[in-house]
């Protein structure tokens, strides 16, 4: 079973974690079978740690990381894979592949741009 | 005509901006007639000043600010509007409206999840 975890920045404001906590539930509603769980880089809480041992917990053999970040800095670039190099060191059985960012994304960039557009027509 | 400002956090890393580029440009090649401005929250240049300045001095007579952020913390909800209200006061015969973040946006909620989705089909 595949399992799913999508990484946010996290902030202090409690509604940060809206749009991430939207599409869990949009990704889970269309597919139940997969474990699927939220984390955080900073400030909140799980961290992507956790947040993988909740997946491999509920029956995921392997799992996918998608940042959900606009675009790619420190955090996705140099954060991010050290994080995940010393996590899949402890579970070497799990494969962990990472996404790209949700600004790396064709057809976001081309869904972000058609509301910029449809917004001031 | 109507300007557009699309606002981004900023980032060291100068590949950080490669997607708001992108969006710009789409945005641009769409509404070649629209002025069209990054500006960023910090770190990089220009900041949301600059860039509405740069919209009016290319003619527009009322301009919506796009924060292409995933969610709302204390940026778009404390800094944002600071930011804005000291530069609308300046410049009371230009309209300026403020967009939700990108991440308040049902139907990109729905194509993000849609590319989760696909990614782990």
Redesign the interface.
């Given at each position: 079973m595949?399992g799913?975890v999508?990484f946010?920045?996290g902030?202090?404001?409690p509604?940060?974690?809206?749009?991430?906590e939207?599409?869990r539930d949009?990704?889970r509603s269309?597919?139940p079978e997969?474990p699927i769980a939220l984390a955080y880089l900073e400030i909140m809480s799980p961290g992507l740690e956790e947040a993988i041992d909740a997946v491999i917990g509920e029956g995921a053999s392997s799992i996918?990381v998608?940042p959900?970040?606009?675009?790619?800095?420190?955090h996705l670039?140099q954060d991010l894979p050290r994080i995940l190099d010393a996590i899949r060191a402890q579970r070497k059985h799990v494969p962990i592949s990472l996404?790209t960012?949700?600004?790396?994304?064709p057809?976001?960039?081309?869904?972000?741009?058609t509301?910029?557009?449809n917004?001031?027509d």
């Open positions: 595949h799913i999508l946010a920045h902030a202090r404001d509604e940060w974690a809206r749009p991430f939207a599409i949009r990704v269309s597919r997969c996918t998608f959900l970040f606009m675009a790619q800095g420190g670039k996404e960012s949700v600004g790396e994304v057809e976001l960039l081309d869904a972000i741009s509301w910029v557009l917004r001031v």
